[in-house]
């Protein structure tokens, strides 16, 4: 599915990323854990988490990810929006709480990825 | 081809800037052109240490050198040591405090994360002097 259909399944709001809708993604992760998407995570493209600072921006960054959900209504401010503009990485806000933002995307095609053992 | 050197400070201070340095040396390894799969590698075991050195170590300073056979990033800095460093290679255990998992870190996975990405990695601590992390990843195959 593309970042536009992301944004479609969870009825999410676009921060930052319009030129990035178009992007193909195949896996995503959920986790408020920075330390587990780093030591866990292989090649996933969307982060879904309701942490809400920069080094989720960092983290994603470090991941090679293209785009950062914010669940439950958390907003990000500004300087966490101009980090992903500045690293060219799409940020949506949903108010989906993570178990169901996860839950849709899967159904909707996204699949967790590599098993990291 | 002759070797590149950057160096880096590291702010004690302020949690919010921890990952500027990495995040500086992976875009300049991506200008540079090199491997993805090195980038990441050396990105994320950086990051890790980084955050490290802000969380446990007030701080400090990152040399990056890198050269034909690889890269090398050497993290060193002032704060109060690791008392076990072969404990602290153990996945899950941690000494962060509770503000720090509270910013999403602190799960006690940095230096078995790093090790696991790092082709190359030492932890020399010494209780009230510091601690100096090198990590190495190779970017040409290693000799026979």
């Known amino acids: 599915m593309t970042l536009r259909d992301v944004k479609t399944i969870l009825d999410a709001d676009l921060v930052f990323g319009q030129d990035l809708l178009n992007h193909t993604v195949n896996t995503a992760c959920g986790s408020d854990m920075m330390s587990d998407v780093l030591a866990f995570v292989k090649d996933q493209a969307v982060l879904i988490t309701g942490l809400v600072n920069q080094q989720v921006i960092r983290t994603a960054e470090m991941m090679d990810m293209v785009c950062v959900v914010f669940v439950r209504g958390k907003q990000p401010d500004q300087a966490i929006v101009d980090l992903a503009r500045d690293r060219n990485i799409a940020v949506m806000t949903t108010t989906h709480r993570m178990f169901t933002a996860c839950g849709l995307l899967y159904q909707g095609g996204l699949k967790g990825g590599t098993h990291i053992q | ?144």
Request: charged share 20%; proline share 6%; no cysteine.
């Open chain 2, 1 to 144: 081809m002759t070797g590149l050197h950057y160096h880096y400070q590291v702010p004690g201070d302020d949690f919010t800037r921890a990952g500027e340095a990495s995040g500086a040396v992976k875009g300049l390894l991506k200008r540079l052109g090199l491997d993805p799969e090195v980038i990441r590698k050396l990105s994320i075991a950086l990051y890790e240490g980084e955050i490290n050195m802000v969380i446990h170590g007030g701080g400090g300073e990152i040399d990056v050198d890198i050269g034909p056979a690889g890269i090398t990033a050497v993290l060193a800095d002032h704060g109060p040591g690791i008392p076990d460093v072969d404990k602290a290679m153990e996945a899950g255990w941690s000494t962060a405090p509770d503000y720090v998992r509270n910013l999403g870190f602190g799960a006690g996975m940095g230096l078995p994360n790093m090790k696991k990405y790092a082709d190359g990695l030492s932890v020399d601590s010494r209780v009230g002097e510091g601690t100096v992390v090198t990590i190495v990843v190779h970017t040409a195959p290693q000799g026979l």
